[in-house]
Structure formats: C-alpha cells, structure tokens
C-alpha cells in the first residue's frame, strides 16, 4: 500500500508506538517503535483485527474508532497495549481521521498511544525545566530587587551628604560670622571700651562652639577609620557621670532646667573614663538642646544584673516612634529644614553609640512621642561581672576576645564566608561554614554553635527563611540562638525587616571586622543580663 508506506517512512521517525487503522478494524500500518514493543514485524501485524493487541476501555475499540472518524480534533480515550511477554501497557489514546490521496480505499484513522509511564517521565522532565524556570526568574527578580534597593539607598546616601554639607557649611559659617565681625571691629576700635568684654566673650562662646563641631567630626573620622584610643582603667561607675553633669550645670542653670540625680551605682567599670564622660556629656548636650527652657532632665544610674545601667530622661521635644530606628544614624536630625530651632551636625548620638559598643555596652531611646521627652538608657558592663578587657593598644578598640566560641557562618559566596572564617578564627572563634540555608538548619541541630551569622540574600531558602526556621526549632538552646544578618542590603529598612523577622542584630556588607566583634560581644552580654540584643538593635545606627 502505497499510503502505508508513505506512513511508515515518515512515523519510523518518531518514538511513540503509532498505526493506521482501517474502518473495519483492521491494523493497515504500524511504525517500528509499535513494532518493537508489541514484539511483532509490521508484515505480521498488517490486516490483523486491532482488538488483538489494542484493547479500549470504557468504550469499545468500533466505538473509538467511529469517533475518531466522525471528527477533525484529535479523539482522546484510555486503551491497553499488549505488550510482548504478554505484559500488558496502560496508554492515553490519541485518534484522528487519516487523510488519503486515493479515493479507492475507506477512510483509516491514525492512532498514536502514549504509554503512562512515558507521560509521567514528560512530566517529570517538564517539571525539572520549570523549577529551572522559575529558579531563573526568581534569581532574576532578586538582582531587580537588589538594583532597586541600592538605587534607592544610594539615593538616600546622596541626598543625605548634600543635606549634610549644607548643614556642616551652616554650622561652621555661622560662629565663622560672629568671630571675624567682633574681631573685625576691635581691630578697627569700632568698639567702646565698655562693650570689649561682651565682644571677646562672643569670640570666645562661638570659637568653643566650632571646636566642638571639628571635635565631632574628627570622633567620628576616627571611630569610622577603627583608630580612636581607648584606655583601660578601672573607675567607678558614678565618676564620669558626675563629670559630666558639673561641666554642664551652668548651661542648665542658665536655661532654668530643673535637674534631678539619683546616681545608685556601686559597681565599677572598666574601660576609658574620659570616653564613658563624654558619653552621658553627649546625651545629656542631647537633652539640654531639646527641653524648653524651665523643663526637667533626670540623671540616674544603678547596679543591674552584671551591668552598669545610665539613664538620661528629659521632658523635652522627643520623637515619634517610627524614628526610633534612625536617632542613633550620624548626621540625622528630626528637623533638617532652614527653620530649625536648634542647631548641630546630628553626630552627638551616633558618637556616643560608638563609644558605647566599643565598651561593649548597648544604649537605647524611646519616646512617648512629640513633645513627650525621651529617654535615653545605657548599660555597660560591671568589672564585677568578669569585663575586664585587656588595655587597648594605642590607635585601636579593646575587642572582646572569643576564644572557643563556636559561631556558624552562613554564606552561599565562598569567598566571603571563607574570609569570615579566618577573622573570625583569628580571634579565637571556632567557626563552621554552611552554603545554603537548608544546610545551615541542619548543622545547627547537629552542632548547636553557641552564634548564628547569617547572609541574607541566598538562592532558594534566604535568611530570613533560616531565621523563622531557627526560632520555631522544638529546642530551647536551639530557638534561641543568638543571630547576626549579614548583609550587602544596607537601608534602614533592611535593618528593621532583620530584627523583625528574628535576628538579634543586622551588619551590612563590606563588614567592619571590628565592629563584627564588638557586636558578638554585646549580644553575649546581654544574654549574660538577661535584656534584648533586638530591642537595642533596633535603636540602629539623632535627634541631636
């Protein structure tokens, strides 16, 4: 038959069993593949009653068949192949009409048969692609995502540099205003004898003013840098607070600010005097800015569970609450407009923040809300409670030592969890690495490590998955694992999403190792006393 052999030159071709079916019933062709797998050539198979190697259900195979060439779309029915060995093969049914070129012969229907386990491998092989699919675009929305966020900080950074150096160009034109025009008019003798006094004390008062401004702004070039110089020496707790007070009472009592002390501290602290002073000097410069003139600042400290506890608390301005995150970020301010009433760069805070975590202290602030005052809480660690660092070297931080920790470090990157490990391991640490979140969630069941730090931005299962993981794990020791993000997502609201979703503390990328281990530091302390590393990380990185 010549249009059975046309058939057969082209479905020999194809992998799926096929044939020709005549309307009586009878097989008229057969391609090699359905040859094969009913263990037949296609001569014998030829003119043989389809019914014996091809069985239909529900309907019957004249049924089927009459379907098929009553109608164009394919025809679609369950059929069992008998196989050879006399297996017999579960197929999907694929019928239409077979067009001829000879008007002789009656109508034929092509049949393909597409057995359940080859339909089920297409699946799974389809499913693969698509996972990979999907694999794909995800990874592609997660670079988008990425792209638009470091736009939008770099938006943000460059807005707030513009702000700052008109800022910084106010602040130091304005006392650079009064000290060349008093002296411009001495020089002169435009001045009466009786009025030279008031002008050199104007000279004086703005030249401190700008000393101050510098000396902010060289802290925190040094504290960025990692070269600010911190002593070691044992003092107790209440000395530097009342230092700091003295040196600020004649601008308290020239506002009318009712002051209230209550210094219950008996622990000593180890450490740079001279550096804790300048600590309450800024937060209490903080509060005496901020409250009107005839308002309260309090000042108390106490012993508190292996810590030293300072509270600064004004009845002043204060701040909304979705600010919180942003009062310790440096050159911030609540208001940034021309017709600010208060002057200052916004450093005041962030420096002392600084100094706080290079004592390996926490320092946290809150408010009611606008014009309901703030308050300002540090907490140092007691030499009684075994923090006695090591006496700095000169130019560098004292670094809390971590000599045996245990600390897992998650990072799909090698090369950055590789150099992790080795600063870490530097410092005596005993790290393990993990690649991906799943295999994270298993080492830290198996090895409990006494630290958790983690990137966010992983392929398939991020941090945050791992962190919602680790904090709904059944054991205690496990749930509660002190955590790290560490992250190239650097926005505030990075940060905040971080400590929402669980991690004790967040450290955007590149890491400053220093300021890493101060932060290891910290969260051991306040496990030690009991507070939370979230709540103090979540004041961020001023009102001032």
Not at 224 to 242: V, W
Not at 353 to 359: I, K, M, Q, T, W
Not at 431 to 444: D, F, I, K, N
Not at 504 to 520: C, M, S
């Amino acid at each position: 038959m010549a249009d059975g052999v046309s058939f057969e030159a082209v479905a020999n071709l194809l992998p799926e069993p096929m044939l020709l079916v005549s309307d009586a019933g009878r097989i008229a062709a057969v391609n090699a593949a359905f040859a094969r797998l009913t263990g037949h050539t296609a001569d014998d198979l030829r003119g043989t009653p389809l019914a014996t190697v091809v069985r239909f259900t529900p309907e019957t195979g004249t049924d089927y068949l009459r379907r098929c060439a009553a109608t164009r779309p394919l025809v679609f029915g369950a059929a069992t192949l008998q196989a050879a060995g006399g297996r017999a093969v579960a197929c999907r049914a694929e019928g239409a009409l077979f067009e001829l070129r000879t008007e002789t012969s009656g109508p034929l229907v092509l049949l393909r048969l597409i057995s359940k386990e080859a339909a089920s491998s297409r699946f799974v092989a389809l499913s693969q692609k698509l996972q990979i699919l999907s694999d794909e675009v995800q990874r592609r929305q997660r670079a988008e995502q990425e792209a638009d966020r470091q736009r939008q900080f770099l938006t943000a950074a460059n807005h707030a540099k513009d702000e700052f150096l008109v800022t910084l160009s106010h602040e130091l034109r304005t006392p650079l205003n009064a000290i060349l025009g008093w002296t411009r008019m001495l020089q002169r003798g435009d001045i009466a004898p009786s009025r030279q006094s008031h002008a050199l004390t104007v000279i004086a008062r703005n030249a401190e003013a700008q000393m101050l401004l510098i000396e902010d702004l060289l802290d925190l070039s040094r504290i960025t840098a990692g070269r600010l110089q911190l002593g070691s020496e044992l003092f107790p707790a209440n000395d530097p607070i009342r230092a700091a007070v003295d040196a600020l009472r004649p601008t308290m009592d020239a506002r009318q600010l009712q002051l209230t002390l209550a210094l219950h501290a008996e622990s000593r602290i180890r450490g740079d005097s001279r550096r804790v002073q300048q600590i309450v000097w800024n937060l209490l410069t903080n509060a005496v800015k901020f409250t009107p003139i005839g308002g309260s600042i309090a000042v108390a400290s106490r012993d508190c569970a292996g810590a030293v506890e300072i509270v600064v608390q004004d009845s002043g301005q204060g701040f909304q609450t979705e600010l919180t995150t942003l009062i310790f970020e440096p050159f911030h301010q609540v208001d940034a407009s021309t017709t600010r009433l208060q002057p200052g760069l916004g450093l005041g805070l962030s420096i002392a923040r600084r100094l706080v975590e290079a004592h390996a202290g926490t320092i946290t602030a809150s408010s009611a809300g606008s014009n309901q005052g703030a308050t300002f809480t540090v907490r140092l660690p007691s030499a009684s409670a075994g923090a006695t660092q090591e006496a700095a070297a000169p130019g560098f931080f004292v670094l809390p030592e971590l000599e045996g920790l245990s600390i897992l470090v998650v990072d799909d990157d090698e090369d950055n969890r590789d150099v992790m490990m080795v600063m870490l391991e530097q410092r005596g640490a005993r790290p393990t690495g993990a690649a991906s979140a799943r295999e994270a969630l298993a080492r830290l069941q198996d090895q409990h490590p006494a630290l958790l730090i983690a990137d966010i931005g992983m392929p398939y299962e991020d941090g945050f998955w791992l962190i919602r993981q680790v904090r709904a794990l059944p054991a205690v020791e496990d749930r509660g694992k002190p955590s790290i993000a560490v992250t190239a997502f650097a926005s505030t609201h990075d940060r905040q999403a971080a400590l929402d979703e669980g991690f004790d503390d967040y450290i955007p990328k590149p890491v400053d190792f220093d300021h890493l281990v101060r932060t290891i530091g910290r969260i051991r302390n306040q496990r030690r006393s009991g507070s939370s590393g979230r709540a103090a990380a979540a004041q961020g990185d001023s009102r001032s």
